[in-house]
């Protein structure tokens, strides 16, 4: 009974994952953008200044903000400060095979299991903040405030302790205070300790939000909200307090904004795969139980999953961003297009003046006039210049029929016969790796010609042109202007 309910369970639950993943990436791409809000935001120095619920932004110095806590009496130079408590204790956790690992260590939550029985918390933890900020003579309220500047660890070991922790008898040890039940410094079960993280305020600070009666209480613009907007922290809220000029709050939410952009990215990518694989193992169950056919189950299950939960990301990415914000895809989709547009005009070009380059040789004696009437194998520069052309041609190994019909018609126009090309095709083909044989520059513009004639220059192609270049004494710099002027035409 208990395992229907498991398979059941997985059932609904990959599912579960892929909906709330794939709603979660899409309103990820409209979220609220307090970057671009800020950015607008009218530039006040005074709070007589600012219109009523529009947004504004204000730069001055900010009064020292001081926390009370709960165990640390007072706090100062923190916009906020969490107190983080923990009890070293057991935690119960299962794997995919249903077995059931154990770790004994700090954690911030008391799991309820049968090796915790007996443990109490003493200690409970929270969020604290001031009562109001002052920055200059505006009063910010605190209720909804948004802060963009990372957190630090708090070393309170020299802070006095308040009224309500005295009694406890806390002792502290690198960087927490510890509750120790039992004696000794090493953690023992049920032992309980508290640290402090903050966010630390500087002297000068820039406020983003709207004014109500002479205080800064933000600004509430219209989305889309939902469950998911919860889920993704969306709330469209402009009640910012920021580190700095308001040239360097700008950096930092423009900052803030894209790097919980990509979190939210990333997580919902990792929950639609995670989705996907709970999906096909729960149907698998019986196969994946199975030794050796288990484990490529197991892995034809994992590639599926990362395939399917990755494309389904891209696809509901860039399919909410399309929605969202048409006109910057457009705009990419202009740009992408015309650089494209410009790559495939400037193969062509390339091809064209390769192909006419290619025509007008006259080969490296000017012509090929003298050639044996009867097709017989022309000696010297004449047959080195052919096999040089043949041996580029399949030097990135997709000789083609168009390259060798521009071959032959290039050895007829010059006097050589179809069995002599054939003969000379065979025993290159037999041993094409044999090194290029040097004539003149007229074949080295040959074979960067023949080479181009496809529109592209591929790796090989370029080792085998050097090659022959150096054999007529040219630098690669120098062999690099031969391959231009073939190029733009102008060789």
Same mark, same amino acid.
């Given at each position: 009974?208990?395992?229907?309910?498991?398979?059941?369970?997985?059932?609904?639950l990959?599912?579960?994952l892929?909906?709330?993943?794939?709603?979660?990436l899409w309103?990820?791409?409209?979220r609220?953008?307090?970057?671009?809000?800020?950015?607008k935001?009218?530039i006040i120095?005074?709070p007589?200044?600012?219109?009523?619920?529009?947004?504004i932004?204000?730069s001055?110095?900010?009064? =020292?903000?001081?926390?009370?806590?709960?165990?640390?009496?007072?706090?100062?130079?923190?916009?906020?400060v969490?107190?983080i408590?923990?009890?070293?204790?057991?935690?119960?956790?299962s794997s995919?095979?249903?077995r059931?690992?154990?770790?004994?260590?700090?954690?911030?939550?008391?799991?309820?299991?049968e090796r /915790?029985?007996?443990?109490?918390?003493?200690?409970?933890g929270?969020?604290?903040?001031?009562?109001?900020?002052?920055?200059?003579?505006?009063?910010?309220?605190?209720?909804?405030l948004h802060?963009?500047?990372d957190s630090?660890e708090?070393?309170?070991?020299s802070l006095?302790?308040?009224?309500?922790?005295?009694p406890?008898?806390l002792?502290? !040890?690198?960087?927490?205070w510890y509750?120790r039940?039992h004696?000794?410094?090493?953690?023992?079960?049920?032992?309980?300790?508290?640290r402090?993280?903050?966010?630390p305020?500087?002297?000068?600070?820039?406020y983003?939000?709207?004014?109500?009666?002479?205080?800064?209480?933000g600004?509430?613009f219209?989305?889309?909200?939902?469950?998911?907007?919860?889920?993704?922290?969306?709330?469209?809220f402009?009640?910012y307090?920021?580190n700095?000029?308001?040239?360097?709050?700008?950096?930092s939410?423009?900052?803030?904004?894209?790097?919980?952009?990509?979190?939210?990215?990333?997580?919902?990518?990792?929950?639609?795969?995670?989705?996907f694989?709970?999906?096909f193992?729960?149907?698998?169950?019986?196969?994946?139980?199975?030794?050796?056919?288990?484990?490529?189950?197991?892995a034809?299950?994992?590639?599926?999953?990362?395939?399917?939960?990755?494309?389904?990301?891209?696809?509901?990415i860039?399919?909410?961003?399309?929605?969202?914000?048409?006109?910057?895809?457009?705009?990419?989709?202009?740009i992408?297009?015309?650089?494209?547009?410009?790559?495939?005009i400037?193969?062509?070009?390339?091809k /064209?003046?390769?192909?006419?380059?290619?025509?007008?040789h006259?080969?490296?004696?000017?012509?090929?006039?003298?050639?044996?009437?009867?097709?017989?194998?022309?000696?010297?520069?004449?047959k080195?210049?052919?096999?040089?052309?043949?041996?580029?041609?399949?030097?990135d190994?997709?000789?083609?029929q168009?390259?060798?019909?521009?071959? *032959?018609?290039?050895a007829?126009?010059?006097?050589l016969?179809?069995? *002599?090309?054939?003969?000379?095709? =065979?025993?290159?083909?037999?041993?094409?790796?044999?090194?290029?044989q040097?004539?003149n520059?007229?074949?080295?513009?040959?074979?960067?010609?023949l080479?181009?004639?496809?529109?592209?220059?591929?790796?090989?192609?370029?080792? !085998?042109?050097?090659?022959?270049?150096e054999?007529?004494?040219?630098?690669?710099?120098?062999? /690099?202007?031969?391959?231009?002027?073939v190029?733009s035409?102008?060789?």
């Amino acid at each position: 009974m208990s395992r229907k309910k498991s398979g059941s369970a997985s059932l609904l639950l990959g599912p579960g994952l892929i909906l709330a993943a794939t709603l979660g990436l899409w309103y990820n791409e409209g979220r609220f953008d307090y970057f671009e809000a800020g950015q607008k935001a009218a530039i006040i120095h005074s709070p007589a200044e600012a219109a009523p619920k529009e947004p504004i932004c204000v730069s001055g110095r900010l009064k =020292q903000c001081v926390v009370t806590g709960k165990y640390v009496a007072r706090l100062e130079g923190y916009y906020a400060v969490s107190e983080i408590t923990e009890i070293y204790s057991w935690n119960r956790s299962s794997s995919r095979k249903k077995r059931t690992k154990w770790s004994l260590g700090w954690h911030t939550s008391l799991q309820s299991n049968e090796r /915790n029985n007996g443990l109490k918390r003493q200690l409970s933890g929270g969020s604290l903040q001031p009562n109001h900020y002052q920055i200059d003579g505006l009063v910010v309220r605190p209720e909804k405030l948004h802060f963009v500047n990372d957190s630090v660890e708090i070393e309170t070991g020299s802070l006095p302790l308040s009224e309500k922790a005295k009694p406890l008898g806390l002792s502290y !040890h690198e960087g927490a205070w510890y509750l120790r039940k039992h004696p000794g410094n090493e953690p023992k079960l049920g032992d309980e300790r508290i640290r402090y993280q903050g966010i630390p305020a500087t002297e000068t600070v820039t406020y983003f939000g709207a004014i109500e009666r002479s205080e800064a209480v933000g600004k509430q613009f219209e989305i889309a909200k939902s469950l998911v907007s919860k889920w993704i922290h969306n709330d469209g809220f402009l009640h910012y307090l920021v580190n700095g000029s308001r040239e360097e709050a700008l950096h930092s939410l423009k900052s803030h904004l894209t790097r919980i952009t990509w979190i939210v990215r990333s997580i919902g990518s990792i929950l639609l795969i995670v989705g996907f694989l709970i999906f096909f193992s729960s149907f698998l169950q019986l196969l994946i139980a199975i030794p050796f056919l288990g484990n490529l189950v197991e892995a034809g299950v994992l590639i599926v999953s990362l395939l399917m939960g990755g494309s389904l990301a891209v696809l509901t990415i860039v399919s909410s961003m399309a929605y969202h914000h048409p006109n910057t895809v457009m705009l990419a989709l202009g740009i992408g297009g015309s650089v494209i547009g410009f790559v495939i005009i400037k193969s062509r070009s390339s091809k /064209n003046h390769a192909l006419n380059r290619l025509k007008n040789h006259q080969g490296p004696n000017g012509s090929f006039e003298s050639a044996p009437a009867d097709g017989s194998i022309v000696a010297g520069p004449v047959k080195a210049a052919f096999s040089n052309l043949v041996k580029l041609a399949i030097a990135d190994g997709t000789f083609n029929q168009k390259e060798r019909d521009y071959l *032959m018609a290039w050895a007829r126009e010059r006097g050589l016969s179809d069995e *002599m090309m054939e003969t000379l095709f =065979q025993e290159i083909q037999q041993s094409p790796a044999g090194a290029l044989q040097a004539t003149n520059m007229e074949d080295l513009y040959s074979l960067v010609s023949l080479a181009l004639i496809d529109g592209r220059l591929s790796s090989k192609e370029l080792r !085998h042109i050097i090659s022959f270049g150096e054999f007529l004494g040219l630098n690669r710099l120098q062999v /690099n202007e031969v391959i231009a002027g073939v190029r733009s035409g102008t060789s």
